[in-house]
């Protein structure tokens, strides 16, 4: 079993920046897959981001050129950097991770991002 715990979300204007990390412990058996995804009320959770253990990437067309997906295999972390944020990336931001094949087997509690004024 794998768990997953996010931090770093918050309040932040429009234009502003946002780091969150997702920190994984249990037993962890090589590099693992990690996603970001979103979700707002009455809305489906939505990919943001993607991670291979190979490191190749898959952004959702909505945060391209904004939002950068990093990784520390010391730590078992993995970081997504929010750039010009926007009220529509307000949700709550889930964290994923598993094997290459399946991603989606383990979660994070999810943290909430607010771009608002």
């Known amino acids: 079993q794998v768990q997953l715990v996010e931090s770093g979300g918050g309040l932040v204007q429009p234009g502003g920046s946002l780091r969150l990390s997702c920190a994984a412990s249990?037993?962890?058996?090589?590099?693992?897959?990690m996603g970001w995804f979103r979700q707002t009320p009455g809305r489906q959770r939505e990919l943001v981001v993607t991670?291979?253990?190979?490191?190749?990437?898959n952004y959702s067309d909505s945060v391209k050129g904004r939002f950068s997906i990093s990784r520390d295999n010391a730590k078992n972390s993995v970081y997504l950097q929010m750039n010009s944020l926007k009220p529509s990336d307000t949700g709550v931001y889930y964290c994923?991770?598993?094997?290459?094949?399946?991603?989606?087997?383990?979660w994070g509690q999810g943290t909430q991002v607010t771009v608002s004024l």
């Open positions: 994923s991770a598993g094997p290459d094949y399946d991603l989606l087997r383990y």
């Open positions: 249990g037993s962890i058996s090589g590099t693992l897959a």
């Open positions: 991670l291979t253990s190979g490191g190749d990437t």
